[in-house]
């Protein structure tokens, strides 16, 4: 096998516990806002030492590179950054008012939203192969939001909370995609998680504060060395051997993933409603991806 279809398996294995482990810094009584900026300011802390040593071949520190954006690179960036925050907060919140397997799945529409924005500001109109596996996607996202209404678990603004956090993601990427021209991956998620940190800080006497808990500080430190490094950062490493859409497919694992962790760590047993949302959900996402890749082929094609 690939060495880098397992780097992608770990990533998988990584991400899936995010929302576990959020759950477990809220209960354990954290905040929101908390839990983010301490995610992002660990994450970026972490990365700083690699970043700062300069390896054989190379004129200067790999951190050094983070100073070559240019002004709208760097303002790009910051908006990035900005959506990044607002995800994080609404994401966090919903897990707080939701099951988990319900909130990440919710979360994991963002390629629905990437596309509606990319229609509607980049006249980029979502393929039509791709268009059933949306509407699919939706009906299940209506079923999780149905469960909630029925009172049989979570509650509406959770699910709402969520997908609006898919939203902000979708934006992040969005910015992101702009931002990142000239930087190499490792020095701009450096740069990314240190202002999605600071906005967080100044955000936060807006967010109640900041809380954190000592038994808190073990799961936000989860977070950023095991989902956000050995998580995201995988998939950056492994987009290097491997094509965008086998991390996209791979990604969509998460939801099963987060499911398992949760009825592990803290019982959550999903209703046969919201499994039945949560699996259209994911079949819908799978869905647009291949009609996605259908599109693409027959544009290189031609």
């Known amino acids: 096998m690939n060495p880098s279809y ?22 354990a009584g954290a905040n929101p806002v908390s839990i983010a900026m301490l995610r992002m300011a660990f994450s970026a802390l972490l990365l700083l030492p690699i970043l700062c040593v300069k390896r054989r071949g190379q004129t200067e520190a790999p951190i050094r590179r983070v100073f070559s954006l240019t002004r709208r690179q760097w303002l790009w960036s910051v908006a990035a950054s900005l959506f990044l925050a607002f995800h994080y907060l609404t994401w966090m919140t919903s897990l707080d008012a939701t099951s988990t397997f319900a909130s990440v799945a919710l979360v994991c529409t963002q390629p629905l939203f990437v596309a509606a924005v990319s229609g509607v500001v980049l006249r980029e109109p979502m393929p039509k192969k791709a268009r059933p596996g949306a509407a699919v996607a939706l009906v299940g996202a209506m079923l999780i939001g149905l469960n909630s209404l029925t009172g049989l678990s979570g509650d509406i603004t959770g699910d709402l909370l969520a997908l609006l956090g898919a939203a902000c993601m979708a934006g992040h990427w969005l910015c992101n995609r702009y931002a990142r021209r000239t930087t ?11 202002q999605t940190a600071l906005l967080l800080l100044i955000m936060s ?23 956000t490094l050995l998580g995201h950062q995988l ?40 499994l039945i949302g ?25």
Do not use: D, N
């Open 6 to 27: 397992l780097l992608v398996l770990l990533g998988v294995a990584m991400v899936s516990y995010s929302g576990p482990l959020v759950k477990g810094a809220l209960l």
């Open 184 to 194: 190499e991956a490792m020095p701009f998620a450096f740069l990314l998680y240190a």
């Open 205 to 227: 006497p807006l967010c109640g504060g900041i809380e954190v808990t000592p038994a808190s500080l073990w799961y936000i430190l989860g977070l950023a060395a095991g989902c």
């Open 235 to 274: 998939f950056t490493i492994a987009l290097g051997k491997v094509s965008a859409t086998v991390v996209s497919f791979a990604i969509l694992g998460e939801p099963v993933g987060a499911m398992l962790w949760s009825m592990l760590m803290f019982g959550e047993v999903p209703t046969v409603l919201l």
């Open 278 to 302: 949560g699996a259209v959900t994911i079949l819908g996402l799978t869905l647009y991806l291949l009609g996605s890749m259908k599109h693409e082929e027959k544009i290189v094609k031609s």
